[in-house]
């Protein structure tokens, strides 16, 4: 009998130590999910988006960097929109870092801008070419001008040299040989009818045009004022001016691989199809 017992005391032990060894081995398996789980919060931190922040003017380009910014999102890029109305403090915001980027001007204007405040932003990639054009609410062709017209154009250096060009391109004006894109009203070499020309902030530009018998104004300022450049414009550039519009980063930063991201993501189809679909021919895709 006592043998009896002692077998089955030994056969209730040897099932409990299986039983332990059982749920050790459970907890074994069930270590793997839990160090897979640990593993992820830092696969999830490698795969968090790269974030730029991007200087911008409000209105037309604003709505199509909006468009950019859903495209770049698909590609582990986000993109902070930071909305200008001046054409100086977006490169100020860049040079003193604020911005990582910004995307307004031409290369003239960049040049000259340069230039002028010792800053070091160079360009990374072509956005949209704005034709400008000349717009009146008083006449409907450059040939109803009458001698001492008063005409307004952009005050900042290179939006006015474009101007002039185009005044002089229109045959309203002969600049002296050789200022290009530095010409001021005061290189006016002829000036036939002895028109006047007023110089304003070119935002301002639209809401003067009912003082002005008419005035050349940049694009995005004219769509933004309800202007339809292709229909409203009495005189235009063409739509293979050299005037595009670029996407500018510091001096050295050009070949930062999140770059080619953000190139991509705003030369896309995504943003050409709006650019077309929304503006037909008041702008032209540059890429």
């Known amino acids: 009998m006592k043998k009896k017992s002692l077998l089955l005391l030994l056969a209730v032990v040897f099932a409990l130590t299986a039983a332990g060894c059982g749920k050790s081995n459970n907890s074994g398996s069930s270590a793997s999910p839990a160090a897979s789980t640990s593993a992820s919060p830092s696969a999830s931190a490698s795969a968090e988006p790269e974030k730029l922040k991007i200087g911008v003017m409000a209105g037309v380009e604003e709505s199509i960097w909006k468009v950019a910014k859903e495209v770049a999102a698909k590609d582990g890029l986000d993109l902070e929109l930071v ?58 062709d450059l040939s109803e001008l009458k001698d001492g017209d008063e005409l307004g154009l952009p005050n900042d250096p290179t939006n006015g040299a474009r101007a002039l060009i185009l005044f002089q391109s229109a045959g309203l004006i002969k600049l002296k040989d050789g200022v290009g894109i530095t010409a001021t009203v005061r290189d006016i070499a002829e000036n036939p009818k002895k028109l006047k020309f007023k110089e304003l902030d070119a935002a301002f530009i639209p809401k003067a045009l009912p003082d002005l018998t008419a005035a050349v104004i940049n ?69």
Request: no cysteine; glycine share 4%.
């Open 219 to 287: 694009t995005n300022f004219a769509v933004d004022n309800g202007l339809i450049p292709s229909k409203d414009a009495i005189y235009r550039e063409p739509k293979d001016s050299p005037w595009v519009n670029i996407i500018a980063v510091r001096e050295g930063e050009q070949d930062k691989p999140v770059f080619q991201k953000l190139v991509k993501a705003y030369q896309s189809e995504e943003v050409k199809k709006y650019v077309t679909d929304n503006y037909a021919d008041s702008m032209v895709p540059a890429w």
């Open 83 to 140: 909305v200008f109305n001046d054409y100086v403090q977006p490169n100020k915001a860049l040079e003193d870092g604020q911005l990582d980027a910004n995307a307004f001007q031409h290369t003239p204007y960049l040049d000259e801008f340069n230039k002028n405040n010792g800053t070091h932003i160079v360009k990374l990639a072509d956005t949209i070419n704005y034709p400008i054009g000349v717009y009146s609410k008083k006449i409907k």
